[in-house]
Each structure stands twice: as C-alpha cells, then as structure tokens.
C-alpha cells in the first residue's frame, strides 16, 4: 500500500516577483510525490505567512507536524527547505518527530535533502542556519531602507488616514479636511474629544476607510492633532528630525499650519492635565455648579423632577440646592427657562463686545528669532561634532541647555498659540442665535456661559409663586 503523505505548501511575500505561487509549488510536490510512488493526501497551505517572523504561528505548519506525530501521515513533501523550515526552532522540532517515527518519509522538490538520515540532518540544519541569517540581514535592510526613506520625507504606503484622498494620500481631502479643522476649532473652544467622537460615529465621519465601524476615542485624538496634519514625518510614533535637529518635512500636502497645530496639541494636552483620564465628565445641564444657592450660596445642580412619570411628557429639570452636596436645600428653580434667559443675557452681552471690539489683527508670536537662533547653535554643534571639530563628550555638554532653551520656546509659543486660536474660537459666539446656542454640545454652552459669568445666583422665590420671574435669577458678570 502505498505511503500517505502531506503536502506542504506556502507562500510568503518574499516571493513578489518570482510567480512562486501556491498552485505551482503544489503541482510539483504532486509530481515528486507520484515519482516516489507516496500517496498525497492532503496539502497544507499557509498563505502569505512568513516562516521567518518568530511571533507568527503558521496554523497549517502546526497541523501537520500534529498529523505526522498523529501518524496521520508517514511524511512530508515540500517544495523546497525554506518554505517548510525558516527557523531552525521549527526544523529541530520535525527532527524530533522524525525521530519518533525513524520511518517517516521526507522530500523536497529542490533540494536533495533527507531528514531521516544523520547526514541529511546535517545538511538540512546548515541549510536552514543560512536561510535564516540571511531573512535577518533582509529585514534589517528593509528596516533601514525604511528609515531612509522617512528621513527623505517620504510617505509611508497603506490607505490614506483621514483627511487625505483616498486615491492620492500626498494631496488634501477637501470634504475631511474641513471636517478635522471644524472639530479642531471646537476643541479651541473647549468641546471634549468624547463628544466629537460621538458625534463622527453618528454622522459616518471620521472613518479612514470603509467598514470601520467604531471609531476608538484615541483615533479621534489622533486624527486631530497627528504631526501629520503639520507635514511633520514621524517614525515608529516620534517626529522624526534631520541632522539639523529640525523636524523632517513630508512630501504630502500639510492640512494645518504650525500655529493651527500647536494650538490643538496645547489644547488637548492642558485638558489631559486638568481632567486625567477615567472620570466621566459629561454634563447634562447648562448651569450646574455655575449656578449658586442665593441662601446658602452652595454650588447648585440640575436634577431630573421626580414627579415625571415614564410616558408623559419631555422631562423637566430643576437647578436644586441640595442638603446632599452640603447645601441648605431650601432653594430650587425649574430650569428650562432659567437657561434660556442665562442664554439670552450671554449671547447679547457678547454680541455687544464683540462689536466693540472688532476683529483684532493675527498676531505673531515675538520670540520667532530667539527660537531660531537656539535652533542654528544646535546645528552647529551637530555638525561641528560630524565634522570631528569637537569630541562627543564636549557636544554632549553643550547640547543639553540648548535643548532645554528650545524646548521650552517651543513650549511657550504653543501656549502662544492655543491662547490666541482659543480666543479666536471663542469670539465666534457672538454671531450665535439662541437656537444655534443650545444646538451647542452641552460642555460647549458652559464654555460660552463661564465667558461672561463666574456665577448665576439663584434667589429663593417666595411659596406658592408659580410663575417665572426673572428678577429672582442674578447674573455674576466677570
Ligand atoms: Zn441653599
């Protein structure tokens, strides 16, 4: 009867240019097969996985050396050693099955190797020791040839991130850019990322490419204030810089200017750090805890009427002083028309500054020249040290105030920045409706409000008084 064996093919990227494919490679295992009068039962095929790479588990591989311990099969054909075994982890552990099972059969259409003798062994395990140095050298080269190219400014291939085309990612996407420079603009004006997500999942924005249901909280930060967005060329993560120590600039067309994206990294950043991660910091209604007990002048916040029955009507709020939070308790207002007159006195307020202020002129940021000139020093002293006109050491005792100097204008102008792109994302709520105002996300209107107001006093009203009356309700201009 004759021997049942298994035939393993596979194909890896590698082989781009030489048409080794998976079909051939199993056409002529059949052959060798037939030649050898074995009986091939079946083939396991690992596509486009790498023997090479140490965490990649071939599925396939696995199987096999299962079937053949098994005795499933009585051996193996392959096309050739460096398909079956790159690693020589992989080889010893068929060694050891071969072993096992002394008379277990073993071929390879391109070499003349024979795994159940001594000598073949031998051969095999130089083979495989060759092969292996030799994907180490290849990826090392490749690793290198990356890095050349990042530091040439190139773009890195993979569909396009957001922002730019599709078809093209060095040119803008017209559409996603507006999109990004809107939710940037927010951010200025002090809407939590969490909300922008959320409205991007909505609306279908946002989504790199198609198919991606949900976008993740850090792909939206990322989205917007990745060094991308300024032509800044980054490596495994970090901006990449020259030998001039200057950040290296892509060849795709940039999507932000430098003040525009050093203000939204200075904006999220300060958020970060004054609201760490892991507390929930959605609020709910327009004046809680900026609303104050005009009795007990607590802190005061909305809260759901509990008279409100599931099915009836929209729910109703009430601003509450609460004896929970340390209040007197004493004081409540229902709150639907308390923010719409905060809302109302806000927005005429700033309509009226803004006019009399007017648009104020784009300014730029007065330490350009100090920056740069730290700048050229640390290039000098990169360049001096290349050119052997001073030691390491000496550089690496000069470098690091220039470091620091640096450093921290640079630091100083992103606060510059974020200062004045705040403002200007700020002003625009001068031009705002009522409507438009509470179409707002919710921590957007308290932004809008805390322009103005420090606090809303809520003065008690007396019992039985049914009707809104504004005078009970004092605004605390800033
Ligand atoms: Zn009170």
């Not at 249901?213 to 300024?230: D, G, N, Q, W």
Request: hydrophobic share 35%; glycine share 8%.
């Amino acid at each position: 009867m004759a021997r049942k064996v298994g035939i393993y093919t596979r194909i890896s990227r590698d082989d781009e240019g030489e048409a080794m494919g998976v079909a051939r490679q199993q056409q002529d295992c059949e052959r060798l097969a037939d030649l050898r009068s074995w009986q091939a039962v079946k083939v396991y095929e690992d596509n486009d996985v790498s023997a090479f790479k140490r965490n990649v588990v071939r599925d396939e591989f696995e199987l096999m050396l299962n079937d053949l311990r098994a005795g499933l099969i009585h051996g193996i054909v392959a096309y050739d050693l460096d398909r079956l075994a790159r690693q020589p982890r992989d080889l010893e552990r068929l060694i050891e099955i071969f072993d096992e099972r002394p008379r277990s059969e073993f071929a390879t259409v391109t070499n003349d190797v024979n795994l159940g003798t001594p000598d073949g062994r031998t051969m095999a395990r130089i083979m495989v020791a060759f092969a292996n140095k030799s994907s180490h050298d290849a990826s090392r080269r490749i690793r290198r040839k990356h890095l050349e190219l990042a530091q040439q400014g190139k773009d890195s291939g993979g569909p396009a991130p957001y922002g730019w085309r599709k078809d093209d990612r060095l040119k803008v996407d017209p559409d996603a850019a507006r999109v990004i420079r809107e939710a940037q603009q927010e951010i200025l004006a002090g809407v939590r990322i969490g909300t922008i997500r959320n409205r991007w999942q909505e609306q279908g924005l946002g989504r790199p490419r198609a198919g991606t249901k949900r976008i993740a909280h850090h792909h939206v930060e990322h989205m917007l204030t990745s060094p991308r967005l300024v032509g800044y060329r980054t490596y495994h993560g970090e901006i990449l810089t020259g030998g001039d120590g200057e950040p290296i600039k892509g060849e795709w067309e940039p999507l932000n200017t430098l003040a525009e994206w050093e203000a939204v990294c200075a904006a999220v950043a300060e958020r970060k750090q004054q609201h760490p991660p892991g507390r929930n910091l959605a609020r709910k209604y327009l004046l809680s805890g900026i609303a104050r007990c005009g009795l007990c002048k607590t802190k005061i916040r909305g809260q759901v009427n509990q008279r409100w029955k599931p099915g009836s009507k929209a729910a109703t709020f009430s601003y509450q002083c609460s004896v929970v939070n340390g209040g007197c308790g004493k004081v409540a207002r229902v709150g639907d028309p308390v923010d719409k007159l905060i809302a109302e006195l806000v927005l005429e307020e700033q309509r009226e500054k803004a006019a009399a202020q007017g648009t104020p002129a784009e300014q730029q940021w007065s330490r350009e020249v100090e920056l740069d000139a730290v700048q050229a020093d640390i290039s000098q002293l990169l360049e001096a040290e290349k050119s052997k006109q001073i030691t390491v050491s000496t550089l690496l005792q000069l470098l690091p105030t220039k470091e620091k100097e640096r450093d921290e204008l640079k630091l100083e102008r992103a606060r510059f920045y974020k200062d004045q792109k705040q403002a200007e994302a700020r002003e625009a709520a001068g031009d705002l409706s009522l409507t438009e105002f509470f179409d707002l996300p919710i921590e957007r209107q308290r932004e809008i409000v805390l322009q103005s107001l420090s606090a809303v006093m809520i003065h008690p009203a007396g019992r039985g008084r049914r009707i809104f009356d504004p005078a009970l309700i004092d605004p605390i201009w800033r």
